[in-house]
């Protein structure tokens, strides 16, 4: 597993399975967006799915979470973009374990038939943001068919010290264990730090 800078290109990954982490606001998802701006500019629109599993922007204690690719760049519009209505934000929104559980599970309910309508007809190309929110109850082995069936697959998902209170459910357990299995998988893994 080759570790990349942050100045890498879509040239650099082309071909390749990427794994970006980071904790709360270190660019991932600007990173991500990026990467889909190139990829779109040299041409290969018709060849890409991005499937958006981002909450939308909002402020939390003064500091921006979550985000969604189509707030960033208009390269959403040009490619097949898959993402569910909303998205939830279990330990932010959540006044107690079992709503914390739920709301994770709903997540799950909205973002598993994306991941399985990419894998019914994939595209050489996988853009995933946001990738740990789905890995919080969702199975990590729907995340590997989809990355295998793309040629290059870029995903991007949060992986840090910031969101700590999951009121004794194990979610940010599972969680991390889960994107540690992915980044296992991967064939370069870039850490952002800020």
Same mark, same amino acid.
């Given at each position: 597993m080759r570790r990349l800078p !942050?100045?890498?290109?879509?040239?650099d /990954?082309?071909?390749? $399975? !990427?794994?970006? /982490?980071? &904790?709360v606001r270190t660019g991932k998802t600007r990173l !991500?967006? =990026?990467?889909? +701006? +190139?990829?779109?500019?040299?041409?290969? *629109?018709?060849?890409? !799915?991005?499937? &958006?599993m981002a909450p939308e922007t909002r402020a939390v204690e003064g500091r921006t979470i979550g985000g969604r690719l189509s707030e960033l760049t208009q390269a959403h519009a040009k490619v097949r973009y898959l993402s569910p209505p909303r998205v939830e934000t279990p330990r932010l929104a959540a006044t107690s374990a079992e #709503? /914390?559980?739920s709301l994770a599970r709903l997540n799950v309910e909205r973002i598993g038939p994306l991941l399985e309508a990419y894998s019914a007809?994939? *595209?050489? %190309?996988?853009? %995933?943001?946001?990738? *740990?929110?789905y890995l919080q109850s969702g199975p990590v082995e729907a995340v590997l068919t989809a990355a295998e069936k793309a040629e290059t697959f870029i995903a991007n998902g949060y992986y840090g010290g910031y969101f700590h209170r999951d009121y004794g459910t194990g979610? *940010? $357990? =599972? #969680?991390? #264990?889960?994107?540690?299995?992915l980044a296992s998988s991967m064939d370069m893994v870039i850490r952002l730090t800020s």
């Open positions: !942050t100045a890498c290109s879509f040239r /990954l082309r071909g390749k $399975r !990427t794994l970006i /982490l980071g &904790d !991500t967006a =990026r990467l889909l +701006e +190139e990829a779109v500019g040299l041409g290969f *629109s018709g060849m890409i !799915t991005v499937v &958006d #709503e /914390l559980l007809a994939p *595209s050489p %190309i996988l853009f %995933i943001n946001d990738i *740990s929110i979610v *940010s $357990r =599972r #969680e991390r #264990e889960q994107m540690d299995l």
